[in-house]
């Protein structure tokens, strides 16, 4: 067991967890920040993406000891009251099915559009294409990402 | 034209709830509008505290919030919002006042409060729109009595009740209290369709805010103080356990305890990955249990059962072997698929607490009644010491239709004598069972020299698939001389309803068959499909699972949408199923350049009566139409000594964005109330593509997924995102 700080969402906290504990559990089962979802476990699908000093990440696959002084921002840290434009532009296409997948989806846009604020379809595709969608929402996903894209 | 209609025909959708609790997991939202009378926007608590029940599905508090139960897990198809809207509608309610709030178990006060064969709206169409209509009915003679005004002059629009003559005006929460203790009328009118205000609209998910904030709301989110965790490592099929060594499991920092119990392990600690390690570091030796088989047994077992086995008869139209006999012609095909797991994004997991005679149960299940029955037999408890909290699934395909993940979770509870969450793992997902069974089929046609289908032979093999047929379904009715067979194979690989059962595949080799039918006696695919339908319809033989008009409306309306055969640079392929009561055709387009196929479009024209919500009922054709195409392409499920060979996203391969084309969706008119749609949109689709690959191909594909067929593997066919 190791102790580690972390800052979360523009908050510090202080864990007591195994070095190699994915950052993933430790949000979820330490911070109970539970909007990042464990779906895949090997980085094959995108459901527990946050972002680490602004990069969409694999929090599943990313040991809590590589975080260090990172900022790491989860999709309950992503806006205050779910106004970021990518979380509006979700809510007005209306993407979600079962919506498991939908906070990787949104944190994953979110950074992608943070790089690349105006991009083409292609981009937008090539991007989004990491994130698996079990409901099979992705018209859905990208006509919201495009949106987004325009509002920003 | 409205309709009267008796109240009393499920009395207990009727009950009046006495203190109206909601569960753990309460999601509510809060859009009100500017002008609303009250403008303090109360919690779902606040609400509940004060709200008085009307009946199983509504309650109204003093400030005018309406609060909707919604009984039915939600799992993606939307009957959270949905079912909501109809009550909503009836009740002549301010969307923008209503609450919804999803129910827990109750049979007392619900009927079939499960997800599952597409059923839930035509199943309650009817009580919900009874349950808002009653409850309107209340309102107003509530409101007649406190203005001293005749009830027929009142009307009643968007929350508020007014009578013009006297000015009055009020919102519905003025006259809960006394509407209440008013007399439910024994029969209530219902509105005319055409004066639908809510239904057919597009409104919005009423969970949304709470998804895309990361708010709890699944069954892996759902934490309770004290509560331990646990990972089970399951036995191989066809094996049990013979030995166990987990002392090194138990060695794991964070591990608690280890559970063994029939043929599974399970390690329990105080957080999740300490347990993915632990899990791994269990030594268990398995021996035989029964037959350990492999794909390639199967394999065998179908070619051999195919031309052996004892077929059960599920129907006999006619005289086949003399319709054989005096064939023109004689088309033969076998189609096969494989075994698929249900993968939904949310792992299984399921928090239990098993507390003398007692047990709490909170999680993910498609059926809440099953998930108590079989917890009540496992610890011989009465099922109503069974409480069972149903959260919101991320997913389910059929796979939350069986109770084993929740029965593990009581059975480790009992063990450690304390409240667990048992969560599996994406490799326990795909390794742990309940699979589409594999299944093949062999089709015969025999066609008389003016090419009218006069035989037809469908014989299916399954691996645990029941019956592997669907007998009633088209083409049956439109063919003289019918032979339909099933049979069977017991295999040690367990298998479940898997989204569109059976038809998830039967749907594709007929279709494809059909069109093979077609173009051997050059008939144009869909001409064939309809001259088949007239026969059906003018004279058919036997017994018809399926309305013929609405089956042909939704073929005729696919090929002018589609254009068929209209642009010479587009091949195109088609498909026409009708499951779980409703209608799906569509239709494939892939444009050949340069020797280059790509795929470009599918245009899928649906009926399904009334559409609820026309947002929801294409994300549900649409996702269906994905699905489909996702696991027609890509995915294949494979065994050798009773272990899964895929175990994980990165070789259990599933759709992915790029892969989706334009999908076109149209929807008939027909007038029918409505039916569901969680299903009926997958079963065409594979056949589409496979029929416009081969029309653009000249390649027949005839086992899935269609990656792995050599066939397929020179074509390079590339999708045209959508």
Request: aromatic share 8%.
């Amino acid at each position: 067991m190791a102790n580690f700080t972390l800052k979360v969402n523009g908050t510090t906290h202080q864990v007591e967890v195994e070095d190699d504990t994915p950052l993933l559990w430790v949000l979820r089962d330490q911070l109970n920040l539970v909007g990042t979802k464990f779906s895949c476990g090997i980085a094959q699908c995108g459901a527990c993406t946050v972002h680490v000093n602004g990069n969409a990440t694999f929090s599943c696959v990313t040991p809590v000891s590589s975080i260090g002084n990172s900022e790491v921002t989860t999709i309950e840290g992503l806006s205050k009251d779910g106004n970021h434009p990518v979380q509006k532009a979700w809510e007005e296409v209306d993407v979600a099915q079962c919506g498991y997948c939908q906070a990787g989806q949104i944190m994953n846009a979110a950074a992608f559009l943070e790089q690349n604020p105006s991009p083409t379809l292609e981009e937008i595709d090539n991007a989004m294409n990491r994130n698996i969608c079990r409901c099979g929402t992705y018209h859905k996903i990208r006509e919201a990402v495009s949106l987004a894209a325009k509002s920003k | 034209m409205t309709m009267k209609t008796q109240t009393g025909t499920s009395r207990r959708d009727f009950l009046k709830i006495a203190g109206t609790t909601a569960g753990g997991l309460v999601i509510g939202f809060n859009w009100f509008s500017c002008d609303s009378p009250k403008m303090e926007v109360l919690s779902i608590e606040q609400v509940l505290a004060q709200a008085k029940s009307f009946n199983s599905f509504l309650s109204i508090s003093p400030t005018g919030d309406v609060v909707i139960y919604s009984p039915n897990p939600e799992l993606g198809q939307n009957i959270k919002t949905s079912f909501p809207m109809v009550v909503a509608e009836e009740l002549e309610a301010d969307w923008e006042k209503v609450r919804v709030v999803q129910a827990n178990l109750d049979p007392q006060k619900y009927e079939r409060q499960l997800t599952g064969g597409s059923g839930a709206m035509p199943h309650s169409w009817e009580r919900l729109r009874k349950a808002g209509a009653t409850a309107k009915f209340l309102l107003v003679a509530a409101a007649a009595q406190s203005w001293n005004v005749p009830a027929s002059e009142i009307n009643v629009s968007k929350g508020m009740i007014s009578h013009e003559g006297s000015g009055k005006k009020g919102h519905f929460g003025e006259f809960v209290d006394l509407a209440s203790t008013l007399t439910a009328p024994e029969e209530v009118t219902l509105k005319d369709k055409k004066d639908f205000t809510i239904i057919g609209t597009p409104v919005k998910n009423v969970d949304a805010k709470d998804m895309y904030t990361g708010k709890p709301m699944y069954g892996l989110d759902f934490h309770r103080e004290g509560m331990f965790y646990a990972m089970i490592q399951r036995a191989p099929f066809g094996m049990k356990i013979s030995q166990v060594d987990d002392s090194a499991a138990r060695g794991v920092l964070g591990v608690t305890n280890v559970v063994t119990f029939g043929s599974s392990v399970a390690v329990v600690g105080t957080s999740t990955w300490p347990l993915m390690k632990a899990k791994k570091m269990l030594k268990i030796s398995y021996e035989p249990d029964g037959v350990v088989e492999s794909t390639t047994d199967h394999d065998k077992l179908f070619t051999d059962l195919l031309a052996n086995g004892k077929g059960d008869v599920k129907r006999k139209d006619g005289d086949v072997a003399s319709a054989f006999k005096s064939a023109a012609k004689i088309v033969t095909a076998e189609y096969q698929c494989p075994f698929l797991a249900h993968s939904p994004m949310e792992p299984e997991n399921f928090f239990a607490h098993v507390q003398g005679d007692k047990v709490e149960l909170v999680g993910p299940t498609q059926t809440p009644d099953r998930a108590r029955q079989e917890t009540a037999r496992l610890l011989g408890i009465p099922p109503e010491n069974v409480s069972v909290e149903i959260t919101r699934l991320g997913g389910g395909f059929g796979r939350r239709l069986r109770a084993d993940y929740v029965v593990e979770a009581v059975e480790v509870s009992r063990a450690i004598q304390a409240p667990v969450k048992v969560t599996w793992s994406r490799e326990d997902e795909l390794t742990g069972g309940a699979y589409r069974p594999a299944v093949r089929y062999r089709f015969e046609a025999a066609l008389d020299a003016a090419g009218t289908l006069i035989g037809y032979k469908l014989r299916g093999v399954g691996m645990n698939a029941g019956n592997t047929t669907r007998e009633t379904n088209f083409p049956s009715g439109a063919v003289d001389h019918v032979l339909i067979e099933s049979i069977e194979h017991a295999s040690s690989i367990t298998t479940n309803a898997w989204r569109a059962p059976i038809t998830n595949f039967l749907a594709y080799a007929e279709q494809s068959f059909l069109d093979e039918v077609a173009l051997a006696v050059g008939k144009d695919p869909v001409d064939f499909r309809l001259e088949l339908l007239n026969r059906a319809k003018t004279n058919p033989v036997g017994a018809l699972g399926y309305d013929v008009d609405r089956m042909i409306g939704v073929v005729k309306m696919a090929k002018e949408k589609s254009n068929w055969g209209k642009n010479s640079s587009i091949k195109q392929g088609f498909s026409v199923y009708f499951s779980h009561k409703s209608y799906v055709a569509q239709v494939a387009d892939i444009e050949v350049s340069g020797g280059v196929p790509t795929l470009k479009k599918i245009t899928a024209v649906t009926d399904c009566g009334l559409v609820v919500n026309p947002t929801g009922a294409n994300h549900q054709v649409r996702g269906g139409i994905v699905d489909g195409m996702g696991h027609a392409m890509y995915t294949n499920l494979t065994f050798e000594a009773g272990v899964p060979k895929q175990r994980n996203f990165d070789t259990y391969r599933l759709i992915r964005l790029k892969e989706v084309p334009e999908i076109e969706t149209h929807f008939v008119d027909s007038g029918f109330d409505p039916t569901g749609l969680g299903e009926p949109a997958l079963p065409p689709t594979g056949g589409a593509i496979a029929n416009a690959i081969f029309a653009a191909t000249g390649r027949r594909l005839r086992s899935q997924p269609f990656i792995e067929q050599k066939e397929f593997s020179d074509i390079q066919l590339q999708i045209k995102r959508g």
